[in-house]
């Protein structure tokens, strides 16, 4: 059952993310929840939810509440693959750069809207406290994800893991535990049941307009966070090249 989790004290959840390749335009434009992600590992999240119109927080103690979680996770953490030395780079990143920034914030009748920027995807699991990653199927072995769930293809047609292992250091995949559309820098081969692809880069895992079903529209800042996530039970892979 899908459920909505509030993340780190005081940090926001759950903000979706739009990458460097995808344009801003196309961001700006979805009307769900959507990650972009792009060949250099940067994820952009754009996070479409629900407001209704008595909700009593504007635009700015938004933007504020968002601004000033952000300068406490780099506070405290820094960059997630920055191990805190002076000087030292991102995993894609240049030096120095921020490891998570917000791009807009907009809240407007019937509707919120926030775009983030980050550097990594281990910084998009520290600041939203969910499952990710992103990298070569040899590589998410190492971290100790498992392959054994039941994998289809871009057809739907079943396949084995032996299949699916094929060329692990080569193969790439993206791993969720949260419903939102996926934009991916590569040609989908394989993808467990809970995701749906959509085109030959782009999935939807789980629902992607998971928010239509909580029972309330928040009525504050710290509320609304709290929904801006929808976990899973179980893990979503998409495995591309």
């Not at 992600?37 to 938004?62: A, N, W």
Request: glycine share 6%; net charge negative; with cysteine.
């Amino acid at each position: 059952m899908k459920r909505s989790r509030h993340v780190l004290p005081g940090v926001l959840l759950a903000l979706c993310v739009i990458l460097s390749f995808s344009s801003c335009r196309r961001t700006a434009n979805a009307d769900v929840s959507t990650l972009y992600i792009d060949e250099d590992g940067y994820i952009e999240q754009l996070i479409v939810e629900p407001r209704d119109d008595e909700d009593d927080f504007s635009q700015e103690e938004l933007e504020d509440y968002i601004t000033e979680t952000l300068a406490s996770y780099t506070e405290q953490t820094g960059t997630e693959e920055n191990s805190g030395e002076e000087g030292q780079t991102t995993e894609t990143g240049a030096e120095d750069e921020e490891p998570i920034s917000l791009i807009s914030c907009s809240v407007e009748t019937g509707t919120v809207r926030i775009r983030l920027r980050y550097v990594s995807w281990r910084d998009y699991a520290a600041y939203n406290q969910v499952p990710c990653f992103i990298g070569t199927v040899e590589q998410a072995q190492s971290e100790g994800y498992s392959f054994d769930a039941g994998f289809a293809d871009r057809d739907g047609e079943n396949v084995s893991t032996e299949e699916v292992l094929q060329s692990p250091g080569e193969r790439r995949v993206v791993i969720l535990q949260e419903s939102a559309a996926v934009e991916i820098p590569g040609t989908i081969l394989y993808h467990t049941e809970n995701v749906t692809v959509t085109g030959t880069r782009a999935a939807v895992v789980g629902e992607a307009d998971a928010s239509s079903e909580q029972d309330a529209s928040a009525s504050s800042v710290n509320s609304i966070a709290e929904s801006f996530i929808h976990l899973l039970d179980a893990p979503a892979y998409i495995i591309y090249m």
